[in-house]
């Protein structure tokens, strides 16, 4: 109830600030430079679609971001508090979440337990934030489960339910399945799922429709418009350019860790260097040519 | 008095010696990501090899180096072969539990062959010394140094010019790369085993010849040593196994020139604990490198744990509970106390390796402290001696998690090997720290156990205060998994990336399961020494933390009922059928390679 409220305000309050700024963000490996002085915003509320070649440095950038990798220049912002070089579990506290490229859900662990993980950074009752003793107090609440911590859980899973059921008949009945007995596109959903049950206030989506099927894809291009009509601030790695086409707001394009364009998705579209650095070396004339066909 | 020109001379050929045991394992990490804990194994062999020619043959020195040399390459290649080949698909976990269980296979093979007494292995060189300056230098030193030199040579040239050891290299810095580019990767595999065991073989017979004496234990030691060299120097990286190797052979030698012998490992450990916590990279890596690889559910098998019916679990604990009153004989009890009290451990351990995935190789040292704590209340302050136990208990949740937290950001195998340093560590305090440990007589007429101030007396009663305290631990342990906090283990060692990337901090978890799993552990050793009456340093010892991974992987992972089971069948049934002590450790070695090849989850499954 309480962060109910506290979200609201925040939002009217910063309506018209970018919930994420990137200022002059820098990443080198080595002679190579992943990530080379990008700047973005992005408003509560907005879609931002993020495209270019394989190796453009679009993870990477997650990674900063989400505190899994720390830059070696600039600053990342989050409601105008500086947060660079948090650690992930930080952040994931502040509200963001995101997704992986190569899918990382939790393989012994259930379908429902994967989306509980999501919420871990909201359970209250059994995580006392008592300082120096909280961790045994969070044992002895885990073990001896007074009225409370039973609510909280259970309240969590009925809200996870919930989540689940936004995935149609997809991950519902599989709901005591182990992640790993999964298909590689209901993977991608838990993972969706899991970043939902955190509630967050920036979702980061690492191409949520890889390897996914033409009927599924446009499934999963419904859920990310739904979540952006409830408001949700997303920041999105996608590589299918209709659907980037259809849900961003605004596009950006990367290449060799440089930001080369930024806009609407037409003009980014008929860009010159965007298609040199496509048609260059990201893709190969065949498969240029595929697309051609198939559109 | 020595000079300090003699202990440099000394450390730099100690040096040398590790780094023959130490290159190997660079090598072999760096082609297959793995440390090789059998290592230590071959190590023995070349020094067994050595007797056998020297004593048993009297084979001149230049055929002995030959014949060492080449039938520990032998081994490797045999161990590379049949041990590790066929493990190369499965999960990242099969071939390090492999390479521990081969290791437990050789040694205990060398033991039953020689018996376990130290033998003489002379040098077969002229004991003379040369005056340098202030120290002096014998013709067994200049050989060591020789050996090292020549063999660093020819591994450069190897390495540098032939096409086989470009193709080392290649699968070193990128091994699917190489495949894709045509390198037969098993031959590399091959190649590699077979020079890092020839290499340990030969390190083996010097360190033989150097202290002419050679026994069974020293195994376990050369493999620790072997890879506090590799990891100070940086794992995979061969030039640095070299540095990192002569720096412990220094550090070893200062050390005992200030401290005295019996210090000697600690250093190693020590260095080795320090070099994980603030450079796990190793001394010479570059401070910046791309973020690890993800591991995503690649290091523990997946599977879904066999449902055991309550009915059933109901009736195995009532037929435990009532056996004292059928006519069975008091061995039989005492074989299941000692099946419960290993029980417990393996309930801390299999929490620990399984549930959150930290394997640790020295649990026992959990029960030393417990067993400590417990004995040194009850005897010198008078504490009763359940509440004796109970304070072990907590002493070692509270010690152990200490000692192990530095490590908490370590992964896979460097969780292995630290807690396998700490674990000797412990085991080298107690030793030393003769004010209050009693130091190597031990502590003896430790009081027996007693609740509410009655001895138990008799077999039936101690059988039911073991079984009823193992049972409500693992009742305990069933319930924290089933919390939110058994689910965060689970999530953490299924992938530590995504579980931090939603909030789970991972010192938090890990730290909050040595607590739990350290209370286990302490009182199962509480209730050992008291038990048992007298206590030192070796009574808890690496063979028990590997008995209990055993029972762990036999169990499943994370696997309570499968922890529980697991003991009284590794404990119970060599009792059954009165398998020679002797024998046991060499079937442990087996069952956890049979395991780990053909049934890697266990037998009731990973939860």
């Known amino acids: 109830m309480g962060a109910e409220i506290e979200k609201s305000t925040n939002a009217a309050v910063v309506r018209h600030a970018s919930l994420l700024s990137l200022r002059g963000l820098t990443r080198r490996f080595g002679g190579l430079t992943a990530v080379d002085d990008i700047d973005l915003d992005l408003a509560e509320g907005e879609l931002v679609s993020i495209i270019g070649p394989n190796g453009a440095g679009k993870t990477t950038l997650f990674n900063l971001v989400t505190g899994l990798d720390r830059p070696d220049g600039g600053e990342v912002r989050l409601d105008g508090v500086p947060i660079t070089g948090f650690s992930p579990e930080k952040l994931a506290g502040r509200g963001v979440a995101r997704t992986f490229q190569l899918g990382r859900v939790f393989g012994n662990l259930s379908v429902m337990e994967n989306v509980l993980i999501g919420a871990h950074t909201r359970l209250r009752a059994v995580k006392p934030a008592t300082p120096l003793i909280g961790p045994l107090l969070e044992l002895g609440l885990a073990l001896l489960r007074p009225a409370a911590v039973r609510a909280e859980e259970e309240q969590l899973r009925e809200e996870v339910r919930g989540i689940l059921a936004r995935f149609g008949e997809r991950l519902l009945p599989r709901i005591d399945q182990p992640a790993y007995s999964l298909s590689y596109a209901n993977r991608r959903r838990v993972e969706i799922a899991r970043a939902l049950a955190l509630k967050p206030r920036l979702l980061l989506l690492d191409e949520p429709t890889a390897g996914m099927n033409p009927t599924e894809t446009t499934e999963m291009q419904g859920l990310v418009a739904e979540l952006k009509a409830g408001g949700l601030t997303i920041l999105l790695i996608e590589h299918k350019l209709d659907m980037v086409m259809r849900l961003s707001d605004r596009v950006i394009v990367m290449d060799e860790g440089k930001k080369i364009a930024e806009g609407a998705g037409e003009d980014v579209r008929n860009d010159a260097r965007v298609i040199e650095a496509y048609l260059g070396h990201g893709l190969s004339q065949p498969a240029a040519a595929a697309r051609e066909t198939a559109a | 008095m020595s000079s300090w020109l003699d202990y440099t001379i000394n450390g730099l050929i100690l040096g040398n010696v590790y780094a023959l045991v130490a290159v190997g394992l660079a090598l072999i990490f760096g082609v297959s990501r793995l440390i090789n804990f059998a290592q230590g194994s071959i190590y023995l062999v070349g020094a067994y090899v050595g007797w056998v020619a020297v004593v048993a043959l009297r084979t001149p020195l230049f055929v002995t180096i030959v014949l060492v040399a080449a039938i520990a390459a032998l081994v490797g290649l045999i161990i590379e072969r049949f041990g590790l080949r066929p493990l190369q698909n499965s999960v990242r976990i099969a071939p ?208 879904r744990p066999v449902h055991i019916p309550r009915w059933a679990l109901l009736v195995a604990f009532a037929a435990f509970a009532l056996l004292p009153f059928l006519p069975v004989s008091s061995y039989v009890l005492q074989t299941l106390i000692n099946a419960w009290l290993f029980a417990m451990l393996a309930l801390s351990l299999t929490l620990v390796a399984g549930t959150i995935g ?191 991974l055993t029972i762990v992987i036999l169990g499943g992972l994370g696997n309570v009922a499968g922890a529980i089971a697991g003991s009284v069948a590794l404990v119970g049934l060599p009792e059954v059928f009165r398998i020679a002590a002797e024998y046991r450790i060499l079937i442990y070695g087996i069952v956890l390679l049979l395991l780990v090849r053909f049934r890697p989850q266990g037998l009731l499954g990973t939860i």
């Open chain 2, 358 to 548: 930290l394997v640790s190789l020295g649990h026992a040292a959990l029960l030393a402290i417990g067993a400590y704590t417990s004995a040194l209340l009850s005897l010198d302050f008078s504490v009763p001696v359940s509440m004796s136990i109970i304070c072990g208990g907590l002493m070692s949740a509270a010690l152990g998690t200490l000692l192990i937290s530095p490590s908490f950001r370590l992964r896979g195998h460097y969780v292995s090997i630290a807690t396998l340093a700490i674990g000797e560590i412990i085991s080298l305090v107690i030793l030393n720290w003769e004010t209050v440990t009693h130091g190597p007589i031990g502590v003896s007429g430790i009081p027996p156990l007693s609740l509410f101030g009655f001895e138990l007396v008799g077999v039936a009663s101690i059988y039911w205060f073991s079984f009823a305290v193992m049972v409500l631990l693992a009742l305990l342990q069933v319930r924290l998994l089933g919390s939110h906090i058994g689910r965060s283990f689970r999530a953490i060692r299924d992938d530590d990336v995504a579980a931090r990337a939603y909030g789970l901090s991972l010192n938090r978890y890990k730290a909050l399961a040595f607590i739990f799993g350290g209370f286990a552990a302490g009182v199962s050793g509480g209730i050992a020494a008291h038990l048992y009456s007298y206590i030192n340093h070796e009574t808890f010892n690496t063979q028990q933390s590997i008995l209990a």
């Open chain 2, 96 to 303: 390090l539990l492999a390479t521990i269980g081969i290791s437990f296979v050789l040694d205990q093979i060398v033991m039953l062959t020689f018996s376990p007494n130290p033998r003489a292995l002379p040098s077969q060189l002229p004991d003379i010394r040369f005056q340098i300056g202030t120290g002096t230098i014998g013709p067994l030193d200049i050989l060591i140094a020789c050996i090292g030199i020549t063999s660093a040579l020819l591994l450069f040239v190897f390495l540098r010019y032939s096409k086989l050891g470009w193709a080392v290299r290649a699968t070193a810095q990128d091994r699917d790369a190489a495949m894709q580019m045509g390198v037969d990767v098993n031959r590399v595999n091959q190649a590699v085993f077979g020079i890092a065991a020839a290499l340990g073989g030969l390190s083996g017979m010097l360190v033989g010849m150097y202290y002419n004496q050679i026994d069974t234990a020293m195994s376990l030691h050369a493999t620790l040593k072997g890879v506090v060299a590799e990891v100070v120097g940086g794992a995979g990286n061969v030039p640095g196994a070299v540095v990192g190797s002569l720096l412990l052979g220094l550090v070893e030698s200062y050390g005992v020139a200030v401290f005295g012998t019996s210090y000697r490992n600690l250093f190693a450990f020590l260095l080795l604990i320090v070099v994980l916590v603030f450079r796990p990279n190793g001394l010479f890596a570059s401070a910046k490198q791309a973020p690890p690889e993800p591991l995503t559910g690649t290091f523990i098998a997946p599977s």
